[in-house]
């Protein structure tokens, strides 16, 4: 048996052998307008710098909280290696001595009450973690 080759004009599909151009999403017909698809360069451009700028800045922040942490990991173990024979209770606030021998002691007493070398005043929190107060 051969096969009739239908014209181009004519929407023919040949698994159902039917007729379906009225059945199409879009114009079938040989009069009908092209379809081009829209030129989307310049909607992505601009969409891929607004994203590279997202990306840019949520980047920073985590540099910033890694940086924040860093230094809160440094003050924790500069004041937890430190020399002091009392338990520090939470939420007091206790100061940051070195001695003449270069040791780091933590202490009661405020810089004004004494004449060591301040280094500076820490906090303990609830999460026993030194947060830094004042700098000497």
């Known amino acids: 048996?051969?096969?009739?080759?239908?014209?181009?004009?004519v929407v023919f599909d040949a698994e159902t052998?039917?007729?379906?151009?009225s059945l199409l999403p879009y114009a079938s017909g040989v009069?009908?307008?092209?379809?081009?698809?829209?030129d989307v360069t310049t909607w992505k451009n601009t969409n891929i710098v607004s994203a590279n700028n997202e990306f840019k800045a949520r980047y920073e922040a985590i540099q910033l909280q890694y940086q924040e942490m860093?230094?809160?990991?440094?003050?924790?173990?500069?004041v937890y290696g430190a020399k002091y024979s009392f338990e520090p209770i939470t939420g007091k606030t206790y100061h940051l001595y070195r001695a003449k021998d270069e040791t780091i002691f933590l202490s009661i007493l405020s810089p004004e009450e004494c004449n060591f070398d301040f280094v500076g005043s820490f906090r303990l929190g609830p999460d026993k973690m030194w947060e830094r107060l004042v700098r000497g």
Request: glycine letters at 4%; hydrophobic letters at 25%.
């Open 70 to 78: 860093m230094e809160q990991f440094e003050y924790n173990n500069l």
């Open 17 to 21: 052998q039917t007729y379906n151009g």
């Open 1 to 9: 048996m051969k096969k009739e080759k239908k014209p181009d004009s």
């Open 31 to 38: 009069a009908a307008p092209k379809i081009v698809p829209p």
